[in-house]
């Protein structure tokens, strides 16, 4: 049972065009993070949601645009793709309203984006 | 804001032997929560161990330890019989404190990539 399912795990895509990640965990996880990785292996946030509501918002292009139909899912959407954007996007998840909050993140395997 | 340094890029040990990665990180805040995230080569990022700021014993986990010293902001990983299996890229991680409630917000450092050689 994967926790935290990223689909796809490899894009391949024109400049210009417009993609999703999906995401989904079976955690029970309240909230939900999108992390990207760069070339260089750096990981930044980018994202987090609670319970469907949007609650970090780093500096992000707006043509990055997230979207949590439910608690259990988080989706990315990006508009019209540059080369800049390629790089591997995280999906993680953690408990927000645990009595003892241990700060962890569960992590999905990753999709890797490739901007031709 | 925080930030968290690796100043190891790339490091070698062999099979059995025992090798230590460093971490050094900057914040203002008091307490906070500190992790070495493991990153194999099938990319999934796993937790490797954790350490709460306020808990001066040192964490440890089977072959996994910590040196954590609160007052240099150092949180340097020890390896003890290295595995083939430990192969992979680590990264160190900040987390403020967090009250129940709260998204967690990790900083991450660099990475450090540790190759295991027979």
């Known amino acids: 049972d994967t926790a935290v399912s990223q689909t796809p795990k490899y894009l391949v895509t024109q400049m210009g065009n417009d993609k999703s990640i999906k995401c989904e965990q079976n955690?029970?996880?309240?909230?939900m993070y999108w992390y990207k990785q760069d070339s260089k292996k750096f990981l930044k946030i980018m994202f987090s949601?609670?319970?469907?509501?949007?609650?970090i918002n780093e500096t992000v292009p707006n043509r990055f645009s997230p979207k949590s139909p439910d608690k259990a899912h988080l989706n990315l959407h990006i508009n019209s793709l540059e080369l800049g954007d390629s790089a591997v996007y995280f999906c993680?998840?953690?408990?927000?309203?645990?009595?003892?909050?241990?700060?962890?993140?569960?992590f999905g395997e990753g999709s890797r984006l490739t901007v031709l | 804001a925080q930030t968290v340094t690796q100043s190891q890029p790339e490091m070698s040990v062999q099979e059995a032997e025992t090798v230590t990665l460093s971490c050094t990180y900057d914040?203002?805040?008091?307490?906070?929560?500190l992790f070495w995230y493991k990153q194999p080569p099938s990319r999934q990022m796993i937790l490797v161990i954790r350490?709460?700021?306020?808990?001066?014993q040192n964490a440890t986990e089977n072959r996994f330890s910590v040196n954590f010293q609160k007052a240099a902001k150092s949180f340097s990983l020890k390896i003890s019989d290295s595995q083939l299996g430990d192969t992979a890229m680590y990264f160190c991680?900040?987390?403020?404190?967090?009250?129940?409630?709260?998204?967690?917000?990790?900083?991450f450092g660099t990475g450090t990539r540790l190759q295991v050689t027979l």
């Open positions: 991680a900040f987390s403020p404190f967090l009250n129940t409630g709260t998204a967690s917000k990790l900083t």
């Open positions: 350490q709460e700021a306020y808990k001066q």
């Open positions: 914040t203002s805040e008091s307490n906070y929560y």
């Open positions: 949601y609670n319970n469907k509501e949007l609650i």
């Open positions: 955690l029970g996880h309240d909230t």
């Open positions: 993680a998840s953690s408990l927000r309203g645990q009595p003892v909050f241990t700060g962890e993140l569960f």
